[in-house]
């Protein structure tokens, strides 16, 4: 009496997805079969393909189908200049300012102790060993302002100086075209901490 | 320069997802690829195999594996009564109600001009082909409540009565436990009109 097998597992399967629970997945498999079985299909084979080609960076450990990815290899970089992000994402949000030519680290996450992602889990070895290569002259943090964030800012800033190396953290303030009138007290008082000579 | 091709597509490829935009697309990709590639892969398989194994029940038009869906070969349900449902969420939704015992069909939509969705694209020839068997005696309208659902039931309880069944229709009225206070106007009005001697 109960729905066919394979239907079941299809909708058990879309959990897997981050923010999907049982409606949304129930939704999506019907949406799949019965208006986009074509999309479906590219799907299936994207996630395979995608399983199969991608790997990480050597050098910066974003997703790449090479030994280094294209950026890391690119003479046209200031090797002296390393960013730490916490996702691609950010990465690409970085890239799209224009206003960085450096290297880049993504740790793909940030410490949250209460779900267990310590420094061991995020990797930081091979972080601490790509920032000691001699080359880089000074490291950016640019991991979010969300407590976790901060916490991994705070964390590297301080394994960071000890290895001697120049440490910096992007800005905190109000948005470009921000007013103060509707800007939370926190982001202004932060602004104003930060403050620079004009 | 830019981001591997692979994972472009798998990006690209999850929009087919609905209510999936770019910014989801990409958290859900680096998602699966960096936290969850077992789920993704399982995911993959799980297309694959419904995409092979599934089809549409002849009768109800669910989606089944076999001929027609083992609801509608039970010799225990009635076969004198046929509801109908905009979608298999929909039967599920009224089976655990285990108020109905007698046989469904799912339309796979609702009529919704503005989408190009009328009765042809619903296949309603196969609805009323299914539903003057000669058996089936009532017809139970159970398509939702919103604007497309009204109408749909409309439009059907005019051709159906046409073809000489009696129609029915689920009723509107207060939730079990509602309130008065916390319900909205027009479903105080609907439950006034369709008010039951007592």
Chains 1, 2 share one sequence.
Do not use: W
């Amino acid at each position: 009496m109960s729905s066919p097998s394979s239907l079941d597992e299809l909708i058990e399967a879309l959990r897997c997805l981050p923010g999907v629970g049982p409606k949304s997945a129930q939704r999506m498999a019907y949406h799949l079969l019965q208006r986009n079985p074509r999309g479906a299909e590219r799907l299936g084979q994207a996630i395979d393909h995608a399983l199969k080609t991608l790997r990480r960076c050597a050098r910066c450990n974003t997703f790449t189908e090479d030994e280094v990815c294209d950026r890391c290899a690119s003479p046209r970089r200031d090797p002296t200049q390393l960013c730490i992000v916490e996702m691609p994402v950010d990465l690409n949000t970085m890239e799209q300012t224009h206003a960085y030519g450096g290297l880049y680290y993504v740790l793909m996450g940030r410490l949250s102790p209460l779900d267990g992602i310590g420094p061991k889990e995020l990797g930081f070895e091979r972080l601490l060993a790509r920032a000691t290569d001699g080359v880089v002259k000074e490291v950016i943090l640019a991991t979010n302002f969300t407590n976790e964030g901060e916490a991994t800012a705070h964390y590297l800033s301080e394994v960071l100086h000890a290895r001697g190396l120049k440490v910096s953290r992007i800005a905190r303030g109000l948005p470009v075209g921000g007013e103060l009138e509707y800007s939370d007290a926190a982001t202004v008082a932060q602004a104003f901490i930060e403050r620079r000579d004009y």
